[in-house]
């Protein structure tokens, strides 16, 4: 109830000084003389928004700058209508992109086969990243000795045990294995040739798989992440190359 009193009271006090204004040419002029300072006001605000790095703050003070400038153009003695839309229309746009904003920086939430992968394989990538990623990968159980790659046959996929070891195995015999949180098929996507090898789980475990196309459309759109990827890529290839060394 007191703030309904409250905001009659400032219409009343809004109306009455309204009124004042237009009736008494003097005190119009001299309200208008005030409302000049609003378009310095705004400047300044637009100028202290390209000097800011954060993008949330420049729209916070975009925003700001337009909302500055419209008084000015309503107490004019033609409203001036077209730059009043137009600065509403930017503070739409702007508000929009904030609330976006707002959005993607809300915490990340993982579940737990998630929050093991991204502990594995790929802690240099922002989680939000990394969850996109992971939404478009498909979660799977694997059997005791469920085959990931077979010889003889291209590799359709990316893949990356989360629980259990993988073991490699030619037409001569055992190669090797790899832990969980090792990609699996790197080269083989690469290359697109068919694999010399079997990879198969040794107990039962658990494995996200991205099927080449839909990761390759994913990656397409994200230049960034696909550089980010390619990144944690060699890096995995590399402790893979010092495994088989220090194995020799």
């Not at 309204?18 to 300044?44: E, G, K």
Request: with cysteine.
């Amino acid at each position: 109830m007191l703030r309904s009193r409250f905001v009659r009271a400032a219409e009343a006090v809004v109306l009455t000084a309204a009124a004042v204004l237009w009736a008494t040419p003097s005190l119009a002029a001299s309200s208008a003389s005030m409302f000049d300072y609003l378009v310095h006001l705004s400047n300044i605000l637009m100028l202290v928004s390209y000097s800011v790095r954060d993008i949330l703050w420049l729209r916070w003070f975009a925003v700001a700058a337009a909302l500055t400038n419209i008084p000015y153009f309503l107490v004019q003695e033609t409203v001036l209508w077209p730059p009043v839309l137009w600065a509403s229309v930017f503070t739409v746009i702007n508000c929009f992109q904030i609330a976006r904003i707002y959005a993607e920086r809300r915490p990340v939430v993982l579940s737990a086969d998630e929050q093991r992968l991204y502990d594995l394989a790929f802690s240099a990538l922002r989680p939000r990243e990394f969850l996109s990623l992971a939404m478009i990968g498909e979660w799977r159980d694997a059997a005791a000795g469920e085959r990931l790659l077979t010889i003889g046959e291209p590799a359709a996929r990316l893949c990356i045990a989360v629980s259990a070891d993988v073991e490699f195995r030619s037409q001569d015999g055992r190669i090797g294995r790899l832990a969980p949180g090792q990609l699996l098929g790197t080269a083989l996507v690469l290359s697109g040739g068919p694999s010399p090898v079997e990879a198969s789980f040794v107990a039962p475990g658990r494995y996200i798989a991205w099927p080449l196309q839909s990761l390759r459309t994913f990656l397409d759109k994200r230049p960034d992440l696909r550089d980010a990827l390619q990144r944690l890529a060699n890096r995995d290839l590399a402790r893979k190359i010092e495994q088989a060394l220090a194995v020799r």
